[in-house]
């Protein structure tokens, strides 16, 4: 089991920066990968980005390639995004996400572990 919490979420104007945290605890942080999905009014859940246990792989949602970077600090149980050139299509509420292993990384029902969220608003 693990327990995800997410902070840092905000209104910010576009073009701005945010950096999302998700604090785990619960059992050995650097067994699961990690990720980050979101989901805007009246849409489906997006995948954003993914992370492998050590840190030696990433994914990405086009969209947000470029911009965003997702990194991992294992001693400290902790998962970054960091968002660069915000839209006002990145409005969104963001997930922690953790599971085993990475394959389908894009596909939420394969995430076992889901934080609360935290919203994202950029305004034009």
């Known amino acids: 089991q693990v327990q995800l919490v997410e902070s840092g979420g905000g209104l910010v104007q576009a073009g701005g920066s945010l950096r999302l945290s998700c604090a785990a605890s619960?059992?050995?942080?650097?067994?699961?990968?990690m990720g980050w999905f979101r989901r805007a009014p009246g849409k489906e859940r997006e995948f954003v980005a993914a992370?492998?246990?050590?840190?030696?792989?990433?994914y990405y949602l086009d969209s947000v390639k470029g911009r965003f970077t997702i990194s991992r600090d294992n001693a400290k149980s902790t998962v970054y995004l960091q968002m660069n050139s915000l839209r006002p299509e990145d409005t969104a509420v963001y997930y922690c996400?953790?599971?085993?292993?990475?394959?389908?990384?894009?596909?939420?029902?394969?995430?076992?572990?889901w934080g609360q969220g935290t919203q994202v608003t950029v305004s034009s």
């Open positions: 619960g059992r050995s942080f650097s067994s699961y990968a």
């Open positions: 996400v953790a599971r085993m292993g990475l394959s389908n990384y894009a596909v939420p029902d394969n995430y076992g572990y």
């Open positions: 992370i492998s246990r050590n840190g030696g792989a990433t």
